[in-house]
């Protein structure tokens, strides 16, 4: 009996779940603050020997913990809660790379342009939320970090296949002959964003031109489902994946909602918002809770465990700047966000979020920081009408920016570019040529002394070595040596006599000892 009473004390301990009013705003705030707590414990590089900025790889590919940082910079901004500011600063200026543009070398390799792009708009959020500044001021403005990125992402828009569009990779490896949803996805969102912080209607040119080809070869339909990718190298787009990601709808929708408030409510980006917000109620919300398509099967893997989280951003920011989806949005966002707190039951602390949230209250067994971060974004959103709309630089937006950031070869990786060297590295090879003539100097001094004393001590052998040493001469004069005979500091005693003979283009030096 005790036994029995002893291990249901223990499974009513353990089930302990994050307890969510979402009508209540202090209650929405605990639970984020326990989803964020949880989430960032998968973090550790603010600790010693570790990368800054970086989630352990594996499992976590690099891409997602740009993902991450944005939420907690969107945590920030919906709780006011200031926990993890510095280690979000950190992180994300960590990684900018020496072009500024969130290319680092130890990441160049296997750079995807879906990568680099969700560090992007992370570092666009925080320009348009106001989030601090690095306190180095030599570090870039997180505006000029976007621009960097669109810079570079526009120059490989790739007419030679599909009439356009970006590829999946930034270089030619494997994913590099997709065109797909969510590169081209994240280039639309971050240049409607762009445009409307910056008032620069060059953005939202390109805003237009990536929409309009993305329909055009069938990434979206008339109905406003958004497919996958397509083959550009072997097919030229003439065929569609269409498996559809939750990603993937989302992007679109905060970069049509946007397009709706830059252009002051043109009937056209209403009626393809409208669309969308209709598409992914469809789509993604059976029985009015968010799933995924790898969910029902059990295919999820570490990066789709992830997806719900920008369904969740997106949907939420997107009813600041298109109102009229306000209504259908948070309804669908208020049912998943209970749905989801009731299931955060795993792990130790009884609050450890899954990814199934339809399971009414059980947890699935899986943890993550996608699943957190999913977890997470749900839960913040449904406070999206007590906070501001993003800034603008007319509305307040304080971000310095840069309309030429960015590198112009980025077909080159930067750890194959050859940079001149900084004013630094050229004082400290000015400083290691200096020591190195001055123990030349010193070497010589000291063998001439030896042999000054040898030769007052008598310890000279009487004859006469001669030894030859050919240098190989280039035609100004310079070259390296190539020895022949003895060792310039090998001899036999006595002092040294030195002839030079030249035959051609190898002059031979020739150095006598006598007595």
Known sequence: MFRACALL????????????????????????????????????????????????????????????????????????????????????????????????????AEMGNDDQAFWAMAALSAAETNFPNSPNPKDPSWLSLAQAVFNEQTSRWDTTTCGGG?????????????????????????ASRLARYTNDDHYSQWAVKVWEWMERIGLIDQEYNVYDNSEATKLNCTQIDHNQWSYNAATMLMGASTMFNYTNGDPVWRTRTQGLIDAIALAYFPNGIMKDICEQYDKCNTDEHSFKAYLSRWMGQSTQMAPFIYDKSIALLKSSANAAAAQCTGGSSGTKCGLKWFLDGTWDGSDGVGQQMAALEVFQSTLVRYIGAPLTNSTGGTSISNPTAGHNSSAVPPAQRITPPTKGEKAGAWALTAFIAIMAAWACWFMCITAW??????????????????????????????????????????????????????????RDHFA
């Not at 984020?32 to 707590?37: D, K, L, P, V």
């Not at 003895?486 to 030195?498: D, F, H, Q």
């Open 166 to 190: 970006l590829r999946w990779q930034v270089y030619q490896i494997n994913g590099y002959d997709l065109k797909n949803s969510i590169s081209n996805g994240c280039l639309f969102n971050i």
């Open 9 to 108: 004390c223990l499974v009513v301990f353990q089930v302990r779940a994050i307890e969510i009013d979402v009508e209540n705003v202090e209650s929405i705030k605990k639970a984020a603050s326990i989803a964020a707590y949880d989430m960032v414990s998968y973090y550790k590089g603010n600790e010693s020997g570790q990368t800054p900025g970086k989630l352990p790889e594996p499992p976590y590919y690099w891409w997602e913990s740009g993902a991450m940082w944005g939420a907690l910079i969107d945590y920030w901004h919906y709780t006011g809660d200031t926990t993890y500011n510095d280690i979000t600063i950190q992180g994300l200026q960590f990684q900018v790379g020496i072009d500024k543009d969130f290319n680092p070398q130890n990441e160049s």
């Open 453 to 510: 004393e040898s030769d007052l001590t008598g310890a000279a052998t009487a004859g006469v070595f001669g030894e030859r040493r050919a240098v190989v001469m280039g035609g100004n004069g310079k070259g390296r040596a190539g020895e022949t005979g003895i060792p310039l500091n090998r001899w036999m005693g006595g002092a040294i006599s030195v002839h030079e003979e030249e035959w051609g283009s190898t002059r031979y030096r020739r």
